[in-house]
């Protein structure tokens, strides 16, 4: 008789750990077949963790969305499935919580697609679920898996008397790799379209081309250090930090950079050997009502002048519309930005490669665009990646869960 039990016992331990791994495979296959890059799926004593990146859409709440979907076609025995979602370089930004009886209830078709994403929890919190999966196997890596995006670059200033506006409209396609976890190296050139401008803004040249590597901490810490060829004549280095809390409303960081002057054109190369040291710290706050971020800043900027911005961005799903304030070397500017989306809301990769124009289109006006306020070089400041914007890659948990559920027909 207790031969019989054992064996029995045997039989019943073994098809379960048979579906476990079946539910684990099926699970890290359906977010491949997604267009997830990076995929890892575990089993744990409370239920399914999976991790993954989304290289493939360019809103961030669509990604999730489908990376959600792809979990619901999986029956996960009721257990609770957990997504963890990191970054382009495989920072972890988001934790998903889709709870086992609502996926059945939808799996059933008693609710559809809007009740789940209202039952989702989402957070910061991925320390517990990336200890899960540490030493799981990774499906699809985006690994020396390179992308050409297209940037469009505008340039207009009104300070000439002889001309109503100066411009300039030119294409940057960037190559961009990821090499290892946290790394991406980044290769730009810039080609001039049209313009009524002489000099560097009519010639072929380099955009930026850098390296950068991303550290996570726990505790949602981060740290990023990049060096290269920068924006507006920079050529260095600089390191960020950043923490977010649970639930991503409130965020604090600092940054501190060494850069020299760096200027390519028919000259020739011009590089000062004098650097500069810029430095910054940062408080920002989400309000969900508003789907708003209120940022403060305190600068010292590239030429040694200190000063204090501010900042207001709304987010209308993947458009973003910002205002903001500068006071530093006794003198005040400001100006807008704003970000919209680009056509197309997805691009596959071909033979590894994926080419694609750029998610968003970005731009800046300065209100002071002449003057001591120039003169001085006030408030001079540089950045590390091609077309930087409040909309790629947002990944607060308020706002992805507002856009899913706004965005979605059941």
């Not at 609710?111 to 989402?122: I, P, R, S």
């Not at 924006?231 to 977010?244: C, F, L, P, Y």
Request: hydrophobic letters at 35%; a positive charge.
């Amino acid at each position: 008789m207790n031969v019989h039990c054992g064996i029995r016992r045997f039989i019943l331990l073994a098809a379960l750990t048979g579906l476990a791994g079946n539910i684990r495979a099926q699970l890290a296959e359906k977010l491949e077949a997604a267009g997830m890059e990076n995929v890892k799926a575990v089993r744990t004593e409370q239920g399914w963790v999976a991790s993954f990146e989304d290289r493939l859409y360019r809103s961030s709440y669509e990604g999730v969305g489908k990376a959600v979907e792809a979990a619901l076609a999986c029956e996960t025995a009721g257990q609770e499935t957990v997504l963890v979602v990191t970054d382009e370089n495989g920072i972890p930004v988001l934790r998903i919580g889709l709870p086992g009886e609502v996926a059945e209830s939808y799996r059933a078709g008693n609710c559809g697609l809007k009740e789940v994403f209202g039952a989702m929890t989402l957070d910061t919190e991925t320390d517990e679920a990336l200890k899960a999966l540490k030493g799981t196997e990774t499906r699809n890596r985006s690994s020396w898996k390179p992308d050409l995006c297209v940037y469009p670059q505008v340039f207009l200033e009104n300070t000439s008397f002889d001309k109503l506006y100066r411009y300039s409209i030119s294409l940057a396609p960037a190559l961009e790799m990821p090499l290892w976890k946290g790394a991406e190296l980044t290769a730009q050139v810039i080609f001039p379209i049209v313009g009524n401008q002489q000099g560097e803004l009519k010639q072929i040249r380099p955009g930026v081309v850098a390296l950068k590597q991303g550290f996570y901490w726990k505790r949602n810490w981060r740290t990023t250090i990049e060096a290269g060829l920068l924006t507006n004549h920079r050529m260095g280095g600089q390191v960020k930090a950043s923490w977010r809390n649970r639930d991503g409303r409130w965020e604090l960081g600092g940054r501190l950079g060494l850069t020299v002057y760096s200027l390519i054109d028919n000259q020739g190369w011009t590089v000062t050997n004098r650097p500069k040291v810029n430095a910054g710290v940062y408080a920002r706050a989400y309000i969900p009502v508003w789907n708003t971020e209120v940022t403060v800043e305190g600068n010292r900027f590239v030429y040694g002048d200190y000063g204090v911005k501010g900042d207001l961005t709304r987010h209308f799903g993947e458009y973003t519309v910002g205002l903001y304030g500068i006071y530093t070397g006794g003198m005040v500017n400001g100006g807008f930005s704003f970000a919209i989306p680009l056509p197309g809301r997805k691009y596959k990769r071909w033979k590894g490669m994926r080419v694609k124009p750029a998610d968003y289109f970005s731009y800046t006006y300065s209100m002071v665009a002449w003057g001591e306020y120039i003169d001085r070089n006030l408030g001079r400041d540089y950045q590390t990646q091609p077309g930087e914007n409040r909309s790629k890659g947002f990944y607060q948990p308020d706002f992805i869960k507002d856009f899913l559920i706004k965005h979605t027909n059941n």
